[in-house]
Nanobody
Framework: QVQLVESGGGLVQAGGSLRLSCAAS????????MGWFRQAPGKEREFVAA????????NYAGSVKGRFAISRDNAQNTVYLQMNSVRPEDTAVYYC????WGAGTGRYDYDYWGQGTQVTVSS
């Protein structure tokens, strides 16, 4: 079993920055990928970004490309989401997810999920 714990959420002003972290523990793996998703009230959970453990290959949603950056620390089994130039529409609960095969963009591509961390962007 894999446990994922997110941290780093909070309140930030529009145009500001925030960094989320996701620490993986338990039966962690060297292959596969980690992803970030988000869910705003009344909306579907949507893909934000993903990164593979092996090559560090990344994938981003169009709405965050150029503003957000995903990275990983293999030694610490931790993935980060650097959020820059945030907007009010980035307000959501952000979830970390993991799988053993690759950087998919669908929520059903991932087998393990964290509990989420709230990000609120004020205008």
């Amino acid at each position: 079993q894999v446990q994922l714990v997110e941290s780093g959420g909070g309140l930030v002003q529009a145009g500001g920055s925030l960094r989320l972290s996701c620490a993986a523990s338990g039966r962690t793996f060297s292959s596969g990928a980690m992803g970030w998703f988000r869910q705003a009230p009344g909306k579907e959970r949507e893909f934000v970004a993903a990164i593979t453990w092996n090559s560090g290959s990344t994938n981003y949603a169009g709405s965050v490309k150029g503003r957000f950056a995903i990275s990983r620390d293999n030694a610490q089994n931790t993935v980060y989401l650097q959020m820059n130039s945030v907007r009010p529409e980035d307000t959501a609960v952000y979830y970390c997810a993991a799988n053993r095969w690759g950087a998919g963009t669908g929520r059903y591509d991932y087998d393990y999920w964290g509990q989420g961390t709230q990000v609120t962007v004020s205008s």
